[in-house]
């Protein structure tokens, strides 16, 4: 069992920048390939960006290509997600996921196993 925790969400100008951090109990959470997805207000909860166990590979939502960056330590906890340039469209609860011996591309949520609290990110105009 693996228990996720995100941090570092707020309230951000647009333009501006936020590092969320997730973070995972258990000494195996290295073997776990980890994403973090979104959810605004009346809208489904999307993919943003995925790593693989390894930290060699990542994916990205066309949406955040460029302006975000996932990674992960060599101690592979915690993983971080950098957001730049920072837009109202961002605006959402970013949620925190985890899976082992799944494709770390995966964008559906139901292809994940683990999932944090979220943490809030308002990006004001």
């Known amino acids: 069992q693996v228990q996720l925790v995100e941090s570092g969400g707020g309230l951000v100008q647009a333009g501006g920048s936020l590092r969320l951090s997730c973070r995972a109990s258990?000494?195996?959470?290295?073997?776990?390939?980890v994403a973090w997805f979104r959810q605004a207000p009346g809208k489904e909860r999307e993919f943003v960006a995925s790593v693989s166990w390894s930290g060699s590979n990542t994916y990205y939502a066309d949406s955040v290509k460029g302006r975000f960056t996932i990674s992960r330590d060599n101690a592979k906890n915690p993983v971080y997600l950098q957001m730049n340039s920072l837009n109202s469209e961002d605006t959402a609860v970013y949620y925190c996921?985890?899976?082992?011996?799944?494709?770390?591309?995966?964008?559906?949520?139901?292809?994940?196993?683990?999932w944090g609290q979220g943490t809030q990110v308002t990006v004001s105009s």
């Open positions: 258990g000494r195996t959470f290295g073997t776990y390939a």
């Open positions: 996921a985890a899976g082992r011996g799944i494709v770390p591309a995966a964008k559906t949520p139901n292809s994940w196993d683990y």
